[in-house]
Each structure stands twice: as C-alpha cells, then as structure tokens.
C-alpha cells in the first residue's frame, strides 16, 4: 500500500482523491494548501508538504493542478527525497527548472509531469498512428483549440489554469499540454516561436515549433477568462505518406452512440485515473519510473522558451535555455 499527499485546490484535489479511493494499493493520507479536505472524504490536512510527510510518512505527493503554480511543493517534494506528480507546465523560467533537475538528481525523487492529453485514447490512437508510419515522415503537426474553464469532461485537463497570475502564463498553461503530447509522438523540439494577442476577456498564442527529427508544428489556443468561448479541439497530423486527425466532434462521438449518450469511463479509467494508474504504478515498480527528469528536462525547457518568446517576441532556440 503506497501512502499519497495530495497538494491542490477543489475540484482538482476532490477528483484525484476521487480516483485514488478507486485503487485498491493506494490511499491518500494527507491534503496539503487548503482549510478543508477534499468535499467528502476525512483525509487530515497540513500546512506545508514537508509537515505533511514527516507526520504520515508519505511514500509520495500529487500536487493536482500545474507544477509551475505549485513550485514550494514540487521543490519541497523531491527535497524530502520522494516522487512528486504534477501537470504540465512544471515551470516557466529556467532558474525553477534547473532547481528542480538538481533536486531531482541530487536524491532519491524523481519527478513525473506528462499530460493527461497522453492518456486520452483519442491521443493515443494518433500516437499508435504514427508509431505504425501511417503518416510517413512528418511534414506539420497542427493543433487548434479553445479551452474555457467552466465545464467539466474532456477538455478538464486545464483545472487551475485559470487562477494563473497573468493572460501569458494562462497561455503557457493550455499550450504545454499540446507541446506535452507533440514531444510524447515527434520528440524534442530545437526552435519556438510565439506570438500572442491578449484582451479584457481573452488572450490568444499562435505557436510556431521546429522538431529536432524534422518537421514542423503549430499550436493554436485561446484561452477566455471573463468570456469563455465553446470548446474547440482540431488536430492533425500530415506526412508524406498521409494524415490523421480528430476534431471536438469525434471526441463528442466517443461518449455517444446511436442510441445517445453511452456511460462515461469510471473515474479509474478515464484519461486523468489512467495518468493517476500509471502514477502509482511506478511507485510499485510495475513501470519503470523516470531517472528524476532525463529527457524529459528537454520537455520543460521548451515550454520555458515558449514563455521567453512571449516575453520577448522573437524566435527561441532551445540552447537557449538550456545548461
């Protein structure tokens, strides 16, 4: 049985204690950044994740929401020398970002940050695609999407975005899970470009990437605080040989069939409890867990240059940002 401190804020830290009640080699035993635990559960609650795992011997913690929002207890974590999740984006400057690595070497942690877009068997049946060369090589890779923040289902990957400190890091939130899922099928990326709009109840990116295998990639997103706009996902893949796609009405499609809506995945099976599965799974061993960050540092630097290019409004090298 793995002992879990759950860091984060309803709903997020609800849904993932939601989850974990569903494995039977799992309990959480400590709730961290909050008065109150999870609605419904008696999970006991602590100010800090160091008090959390020195009190109940934690084996690991979950921080439910982006890691770059949860720095402390990301650093905190792998300074107590156990594994910590978190979603994407880990961090956005590369100072964090090489504390992180450092602590994560430097001990007995390791961190795991991918996307629960990998998860999704939408993604996965692409990534399958790819794998079987039923594209050839890649020529673009285009994602477009929007991503409000007041319904839940197959867009809820980005719980806690909207609490960002400004419009850009609100950006970075949503794109990292794209950048996640394009690093996860085409590998490293070598160049990015963002170019972004901002207003008084919206902010835009147009994200340029360059893959260091070839090819390109394009991510769009737009991201609506006072006005959210309907739920919008295109993606696709173009190669050589052909393409793949899937659009929102395909993902509406997997949850009905022609006698209407089907059951969704039990909590335990849906993107986010396969992420949370294999979370636990490598606690137990069953999956090998990362060396701390290994390639994955390569994934975190190139959302740190999308965020530089933002800033600066110029191409981003990832050398750039890099040791």
Excluded at 19 to 48: K, L, N, Q
Excluded at 296 to 318: H, N, Q
């Amino acid at each position: 049985m793995r002992r879990i401190a759950i860091v984060g804020r309803e709903p997020a830290a609800r849904g993932h204690a939601e989850r974990y009640v569903r494995f039977e080699d799992v309990t959480v035993c400590a709730a961290v950044g909050f008065d109150d635990p999870p609605s419904g559960t008696a999970i006991p609650t602590f100010e800090s994740v160091s008090d959390a795992v020195t009190e109940t011997e934690a084996d690991a913690v979950d921080v439910c929401g982006p890691g770059s929002a949860h720095v402390q207890s990301v650093e905190a974590a792998l300074d107590e020398e156990i594994p910590v999740r978190c979603d994407p984006p880990v961090a956005l400057d590369t100072q964090t970002v090489e504390r992180v690595e450092e602590l994560a070497s430097n001990g007995d942690g390791w961190l795991y940050a991918p996307s629960s877009h990998r998860f999704s068997r939408l993604y996965e049946r692409l990534q399958r695609g790819v794998e079987s060369g039923d594209i050839g090589t890649l020529g673009v890779a285009r994602v477009k999407r929007t991503a409000p923040f007041d319904r839940v289902g197959w867009n809820d990957s980005y719980l806690g975005i909207d609490r960002a400190s400004s419009p850009e890091d609100a950006l970075c939130g949503v794109v990292s899970h794209d950048v996640d899922t394009l690093h996860w099928t085409f590998g490293p990326v070598e160049r990015v470009f963002a170019r972004r709009r901002t207003g008084d109840s919206y902010a835009h990116v147009h994200l340029l990437l360059r893959f260091r295998n070839g090819g390109r990639g394009t991510v769009e997103a737009t991201w609506g605080r006072a006005d959210p706009p309907e739920s919008r996902v295109e993606v696709e893949y173009a190669g050589d040989h052909g393409r793949l796609r899937f659009t929102e009405d395909d993902a509406s499609a997997a949850l009905k069939d022609e006698h209407g809506s089907l059951d969704p995945d039990p909590l335990e099976d849906d993107c986010r409890g396969r992420l949370l599965r294999a979370f636990v799974d490598r606690l137990h061993g069953v999956e090998r867990p990362p060396a701390a960050i290994g390639s994955d540092g390569d994934l975190l630097r190139t959302v740190v240059a999308v965020r530089t290019s933002m800033d600066e409004e110029r191409p981003v090298e990832l050398g750039e940002v890099s040791r």
